[in-house]
């Protein structure tokens, strides 16, 4: 009997986009929040015993800004050496042969495949055939594993491989391929990288998303880590998920329908933000708090939005214990009073909400309403425009929830002016 460790999409040293900007993100925490992780799926190895470790690619985020990347990573695999355990990488779409200008020698029992065509590694007396294929370049769109030999006749076959599949929500659809097609080269176990969210895509044979070892951003929410395969007399036995992470991304939502005061909606808030550090296994909480429902407080939060927004990361910072931030608060609640009355008043105020809640405004005409948008948008800094949620007001389903927003904002304010609250 021994065990092996399926792990992927390790994105060491991955920058941040966008967190620079809030003043109170805890940045070193974050920043190094994929170093720990890795940290802890050696500590693992090593407390299991466990005979080898498979990285299915992005094991890297992209070039390294210098050479303490590669440094940091050789000394955790040397780790592993000093404990017998070998380690086979295939490089993804992050850390293809063709994104990398810096290289370091690893330890010598890390084996990384070829970029040139698929390779196989045998570990003689585990009975282990290990078959895999890096990306050469960033944007892989044949189908890699069509290439991958025929299972190894007396051996335990494990595909690895970094790809998306048939597609996945989120992921670009590199190196496509099928579930039909995997199970055709006759293996007991594929070995997926590529997609962050863990998923069994099925089990004879196996085929598996281990998902990311660290979230790194609000889409990249739950529990992070890697699988244990447990392989008895050549039979896989147990796939089971390991956690890994050292800190966590969570949605809070909260209804604030029966809030009927400030007091009410702390007393919500408080509540929530305290669950939430109980989901988290102790682990610190990176939290976007979504109010939403039907409530009196609508105008206030709208209206005093910025001075909400430091309420409640004052309230996250009051938790103590593991700690909790907010990342970002977005309200989403709606007016209590009746618009459809009031617009049908005959005053000044009720013709100004109609002309409010009937205002359609597309992207498309975004030039129109300001010519010099283009310009402006062209000079925002890359950090903005890109990362995991790019400030994009022309996508459409972006400008239209900034025109909600605005909205909502402008109805309020005019209520709260003409004495409608």
């Known amino acids: 009997m021994f065990t092996f460790i399926h792990a992927a999409d390790i994105h060491l040293d991955s920058p941040l986009r966008g967190l620079e900007y809030y003043e109170d993100a805890p940045l070193e925490q974050i920043r190094g929040a994929a170093r720990r992780a890795l940290e802890n799926l050696v500590n693992l190895a090593v407390e299991e015993l466990v005979a080898f470790v498979l990285i299915a690619g992005d094991l890297y985020d992209g070039d390294w800004r210098d050479f303490n990347t590669g440094l940091y990573f050789n000394r955790m695999m040397a780790r592993l050496k000093e404990s017998g355990i070998r380690v086979f990488v295939v490089s993804g779409n992050h850390d293809a042969a063709s994104s990398l200008t810096k290289n370091l020698r690893p330890p010598d029992n890390v084996t990384f495949f070829s970029s040139r065509k698929p390779e196989t590694v045998t570990i003689s007396d585990r009975a282990v055939a290990i078959h895999g294929q890096s990306f050469a370049n960033r944007a892989v769109q044949e189908d890699l594993s069509s290439a991958y030999p025929p299972a190894l006749p007396g051996h335990l076959n494990i595909g690895l491989l970094h790809s998306s599949l048939s597609g996945r929500e989120g992921h670009e659809p590199y190196a496509p391929c099928s579930v039909d097609g995997l199970k055709s080269k006759g293996y007991d176990y594929w070995a997926l990288g590529h997609v962050h969210l863990r998923e069994i895509v099925a089990e004879d044979p196996w085929i598996v ?45 909260v209804d604030l329908s029966e809030c009927r005061s400030g007091d009410d909606l702390y007393q919500q808030v408080q509540a929530a933000f305290e669950r939430v550090l109980k989901e988290c296994d102790g682990l610190p909480a990176m939290v976007r708090l979504e109010l939403t429902g039907t409530t009196p407080m609508h ?16 309230m996250a910072a009051n938790l103590g214990g593991a700690g909790l931030w907010v990342e970002k608060v977005r309200i989403r609640t709606r007016e209590e009073l009746n618009l459809d009355a009031l617009m049908a008043d005959d005053n000044p105020i009720s013709g100004m909400l109609r002309m409010l809640v009937g205002l359609e405004v597309s992207s498309d005409n975004m030039a129109d309403l300001d010519p010099e948008m283009g310009t402006f948008l062209a000079k925002l800094p890359a950090e903005i425009r890109g990362g995991s949620e790019p400030f994009d007001p022309l996508q459409t389903e972006q400008w239209s929830e900034i025109c909600a927003d605005v909205k909502e904002m402008l109805i309020a304010k005019l209520l709260h002016a003409g004495g409608g609250r």
């Open 209 to 253: 998303f281990p998902g990311n070892i660290q979230g790194r951003h609000i889409k990249e929410q739950g529990t992070k880590g890697c699988t244990l395969v447990t392989v008895e007399e050549g039979t896989i036995t147990k796939v089971e998920h390991r956690d890994l992470d050292v800190l966590r991304w969570q949605t809070c939502t």
């Open 299 to 314: 105008q206030q939060l709208q209206k005093e939005t910025v001075w909400w927004e430091h309420e409640f990361r004052g």
